[in-house]
């Protein structure tokens, strides 16, 4: 029996241009899945793409480090921003839970408003969702709803947790970074180590995307269109298929 593979294009809905390449990387490549903030304000323009492209599976990327929570957070935010002092409150002790669960639950609510439909899953940017402190939390959340959770095994926020939500056997962050290393090389790389370790179920994070000038904002913009050449390259698919996994979603899990 073939092993599952989920490729995932986080940060739907950040840029048009993340919009459209997420769409062709699915459309004309090996994308399977994608996951959407909720609070980015080219979201519709996502949901409206996707309609085109029933096949990908969307979940929802839980924001906390950038853009304008859908909720009041006056201890998260700076003049109405989220950002990364959020690690400077984790190391001080004093990540505002309830604010949090507050903004988790009003982002779920606007991707069942926006998309008709509960996500696919749930992860997070820049793996919030793997904090100490949040991981237990946003693990029950995912019960409750009955729906996977990308989970970062290797993280130590999962130990003695006892109910950890549906989710791959193994979470792969490692086919990012600059345009001269992201490959098709790098990818199969990937693939032959989980290989090795005989998962029957693996995720691979990734982040395609043509550019524009929303897109030139973010420190990762020209490595994110190396990505989706890679990603919608002529023998990838075939050489997924050699390998023994079968493309495959969340809901497949």
């Given at each position: 029996?073939?092993?599952?593979?989920?490729?995932?294009?986080?940060?739907?809905?950040?840029?048009?241009?993340?919009?459209?390449?997420?769409?062709?990387?699915?459309?004309?490549?090996?994308?399977?899945?994608?996951?959407?903030?909720?609070?980015?304000?080219?979201?519709?323009?996502?949901?409206?793409?996707?309609?085109?492209?029933?096949?990908?599976?969307?979940?929802?990327?839980?924001?906390?480090?950038?853009?304008?929570?859908?909720?009041?957070?006056?201890?998260?935010?700076?003049?109405?921003?989220?950002?990364?002092?959020?690690?400077?409150?984790?190391?001080?002790?004093?990540?505002?839970?309830?604010?949090?669960?507050?903004?988790?639950?009003?982002?779920?609510?606007r991707f069942n408003d926006v998309f008709g439909r509960p996500p696919s899953h749930i992860d997070s940017h820049h793996h919030i969702h793997m904090i100490a402190q949040l991981f237990p939390l946003i693990a029950e959340f995912a019960n409750q709803k009955g729906i996977?959770?990308?989970?970062?095994?290797?993280?130590?926020?999962?130990?003695?947790?006892?109910?950890?939500?549906?989710?791959?056997?193994?979470?792969?962050?490692?086919?990012?970074?600059?345009?001269?290393?992201?490959?098709?090389?790098?990818?199969?790389?990937?693939?032959?180590?989980?290989?090795?370790?005989?998962?029957?179920?693996?995720?691979?994070?990734?982040?395609?995307?043509?550019?524009?000038?929303?897109?030139?904002?973010?420190?990762?913009?020209?490595?994110?269109?190396?990505?989706?050449?890679?990603?919608?390259?002529?023998?990838?698919?075939?050489?997924?298929?050699?390998?023994?996994?079968?493309?495959?979603?969340?809901?497949?899990?």
């Amino acid at each position: 029996m073939p092993s599952l593979l989920i490729i995932n294009a986080d940060d739907f809905g950040l840029s048009k241009s993340v919009n459209y390449g997420i769409v062709d990387a699915h459309r004309y490549g090996v994308v399977t899945s994608t996951t959407a903030m909720m609070n980015m304000q080219n979201i519709q323009h996502a949901a409206e793409l996707a309609i085109q492209v029933p096949t990908l599976a969307i979940g929802m990327h839980f924001v906390l480090t950038t853009g304008t929570p859908l909720t009041v957070m006056p201890t998260l935010t700076r003049e109405g921003k989220l950002g990364k002092w959020l690690w400077e409150l984790e190391a001080e002790g004093q990540l505002p839970l309830d604010e949090i669960m507050a903004e988790l639950n009003a982002q779920y609510q606007r991707f069942n408003d926006v998309f008709g439909r509960p996500p696919s899953h749930i992860d997070s940017h820049h793996h919030i969702h793997m904090i100490a402190q949040l991981f237990p939390l946003i693990a029950e959340f995912a019960n409750q709803k009955g729906i996977p959770l990308r989970v970062y095994h290797e993280h130590n926020s999962t130990e003695n947790i006892l109910n950890i939500p549906r989710s791959t056997d193994y979470f792969s962050p490692d086919f990012y970074g600059e345009p001269s290393s992201v490959s098709e090389a790098l990818f199969l790389s990937i693939l032959d180590r989980s290989t090795k370790q005989g998962y029957q179920s693996i995720e691979i994070m990734c982040h395609p995307a043509f550019i524009d000038n929303d897109l030139l904002m973010s420190g990762y913009a020209y490595q994110r269109l190396t990505e989706l050449e890679v990603l919608t390259g002529k023998g990838l698919k075939q050489a997924i298929r050699d390998r023994g996994y079968q493309l495959a979603t969340y809901l497949d899990l």
